[in-house]
């Protein structure tokens, strides 16, 4: 296989492109929704990543990646956490999505116990560092969180067992991204990082945020179907909506939280809801990270990275 320089020692293998499944919005934006819970997505610590909730996460996908928050109150047990699990999984949710661990043994041993028990889709993210402590689990996908450069995305190459990664890059960067060759075959989730104003933003948001999402008229193309749970308990819409919970994981079960229905007011957030988006032509095509927009303007109906409407 053929080889090319990087740089003035090292070198990266001439394969295919980058299997690149979404790009500044995570995988399921792009799929359709049914009004139910599809998907788990349960923070395992505070999480040890780059990012923290105290100084911003500037990320469209910060929602599945190893960031770092602020816990306010004791964390779940392990007994409560495999508890939550099995209901999500008796409830007939799909997508269990395991993030922010802040011990790898934890997170493989969580990830373990929802494939025994019948969760047909384990999603388990590990930074790249710590893969090497990692043992290959039947069943679960395990997902690779790194920041981009040429050197990192040829370290992917050596884990081919890897279901996917999770690729934090700048805007400056994502067209040199998209054309490197590599010969790692799994999927592939581009994170763009978000400057805080859209007066720095360095790359098209347009097309960066366009959706192909069957029931965008109904349904909000992120948050639709998806409850998080912070180490803590609390549950919430999204990871990054910290000041949005809808329920206590420590005092009540996933069904009573769905019972109260202020989680499904998200669900249903579509962006004729949202006052400066609704007579936009291009509404149902362009994705809507509510997160973002809440960390750039402190209101959960922002429009900070609109250029159409700015």
């Known amino acids: 296989m053929e080889r090319v320089a990087y740089d003035a020692s090292h070198t990266v293998d001439v394969g295919m492109a980058l299997n690149i499944v979404s790009i500044g919005k995570p995988p399921w934006s792009n799929s359709s929704h049914s009004g139910r819970l599809e998907r788990l997505i349960v923070q395992l610590g505070a999480g040890n990543g780059k990012f923290s909730e105290i100084y911003g996460i500037p990320r469209s996908i910060g929602c599945i990646g190893n960031s770092s928050f602020v816990l306010r109150r004791e964390p779940l047990s392990p007994e409560r956490v495999r508890g939550l699990i099995r209901e999500f999984r008796e409830i007939g949710g799909k997508e269990l999505w395991l993030t922010n661990y802040d011990r790898v043994e934890y997170l493989t041993s969580v990830a373990t116990y929802a494939s025994e ?3 047909p889709e384990v999603y388990a993210v590990v930074k790249l560092e710590d893969v090497e402590s990692v043992e290959p689990v039947d069943g679960v996908r395990f997902i690779a969180e ?7 995305v ?14 934090m890059v700048r805007g400056s960067q994502l067209d040199e991204l998209m054309g ?19 007066r720095k933003l360095d790359f098209n948001v347009i097309e960066v945020k366009r959706i192909l999402n069957p029931t965008v008229e109904r349904y909000h193309d992120c948050l639709a179907g998806t409850m998080a749970v912070t ?10 909506l910290r000041n949005y919970v809808v329920g206590d994981l420590k005092e009540l079960g996933i069904k009573k ?3 109260k229905r202020r989680i499904k007011a998200f669900w249903k957030m579509t962006k004729d809801e949202i006052g ?3 007579a936009c032509p291009f509404r149902y095509i362009c994705h809507d990270c509510r997160a973002l927009e809440y960390q750039a303007t402190s209101e959960i109906d922002g429009l ?4 159409i409407v700015f």
Do not use: M
């Not at 180490?231 to 990054?240: F, I, K, M, T, V």
């Open 154 to 167: 040829q370290r992917l190459e050596a884990y081919s067992w890897l279901y996917g990664a999770l690729i």
């Open 146 to 152: 790194l920041e981009y450069s040429p050197k990192n």
């Open 304 to 307: 900070e990275y609109c250029h």
């Open 257 to 259: 939280v769905l019972r």
């Open 231 to 240: 180490a803590d308990g609390y549950a919430l819409p999204c990871p990054l």
């Open 117 to 119: 028990i019948g969760v």
């Open 276 to 278: 400066a988006c609704s």
């Open 180 to 198: 490197l060759k590599t010969t790692f075959p799994g999927e592939v989730y581009v994170d763009v990082l978000f400057p805080g104003s859209a």
